[in-house]
């Protein structure tokens, strides 16, 4: 077992998955929870990890299949920049339809997704150095035990776990295929450290306001010199951006005034997002998988 000294922690295993080598390998998706959602009982009632479960029930909605209310079944976005633009995104709208519903979501994704416990609600900690240095440990002992794909390891974050995975992969960017951090903006001088790694930034309008629309420039005029920089060890680097006009809140009842935050309820359910992640591919990532779990000081 990984040396994570107490963390909790869940695994999904796709319906194609089977205990024998002789199968292809599985893409990873690490999935950081944010700050109010640490329990397990909390984390599951909304987000990839309520979708990932058969019977998306739960003690406050008893249906069996998770829907969105009817008014997101259009969703407004604003269009996305062409990565030539140093701009964030045009001042024009899409619509993105994410499906209101996704009951079939855990029998046909198609990778192995770890849920680290960070920490519980009333211990807010974040995602410190410490703490990804566990889901480091961790996610290496999923890659081996379990065939994952080192080449494919997608790290996704919410609110707080956007924040770090913000972090994470700034610190070892060497680790990812993709970053898909949620309603969570960083500061547009991360950018240098992420530089070639595909990154796909989700948040609704405010959330824009807040950091993200400068981030997003900041990681595309990146992007555009980075060959000339560093060598990009991942195949077909892009940045994305998805800037919502609006989004739920949570939907747990505790958290569902927090009205806009739950971007994440809409990306999950967008195949757009997965077919971009598992396109991607980390070159170095068997051999940088090989040598983590060891702390930098």
């Known amino acids: 077992m990984p040396q ?6 869940q695994l999904f295993l796709p319906a194609g998955w089977r205990n024998a080598t002789s199968e292809p390998l599985f893409p990873v998706v690490v999935f950081f929870h944010g700050s109010g959602d640490g329990h397990f009982t909390v984390m599951n009632s909304q987000s990839l990890p309520r979708l990932l479960s058969g019977d998306q029930s739960t003690c406050f909605d008893h249906d069996h299949c998770w829907r969105l209310d009817a008014e ?4 407004a976005a604003k269009a996305e920049a062409p990565a030539s633009s140093g701009r964030a995104y045009l001042d024009q709208e899409v619509d993105l339809r994410s499906p209101l519903a996704a009951c079939d979501f855990a029998s046909t994704f198609p990778a192995i997704v770890v849920m680290p416990q960070g920490w519980l ?9 410490g703490k990804t240095l566990q889901v480091e440990r961790l996610t290496q002992h999923v890659l081996s035990t379990y065939r994952g794909d080192p080449t494919r390891v997608v790290l996704s974050g919410q609110s707080a ?6 972090k994470f992969a700034a610190a070892k960017p060497e680790l990812w295929s993709a970053l898909n951090p949620i309603c969570m903006p960083a500061p547009a001088s991360i950018a240098p450290r992420l530089a070639g790694l595909n990154v796909w930034v989700v948040g609704w309008a405010g959330d824009g306001e807040h950091g993200n629309d400068a981030v ?5 005029v990146q992007a555009a010199k980075a060959p000339a920089v560093v060598p990009s060890v991942h195949l077909g680097a892009s940045v994305r951006y998805t800037r919502y006009d609006k989004a739920p809140g949570p939907p747990d009842p505790l958290y569902r005034s927090m009205l806009n935050h739950a971007s994440y309820d809409l990306i999950y359910r967008d195949p757009r997002l997965w077919e971009w992640a598992f396109a991607k591919r980390n070159l170095q990532g068997e051999e940088a998988w090989r040598h983590a779990g060891k702390r930098r000081e």
């Open 161 to 166: 776990g956007g924040a770090g995975a913000w």
């Open 72 to 75: 997101y079944e259009r969703v």
């Open 121 to 129: 609600p009333a211990h807010r900690t974040g995602w410190t150095r």
């Open 4 to 9: 994570t000294a107490g963390l909790e922690w």
């Open 216 to 220: 997003v420039a900041a990681l595309k």
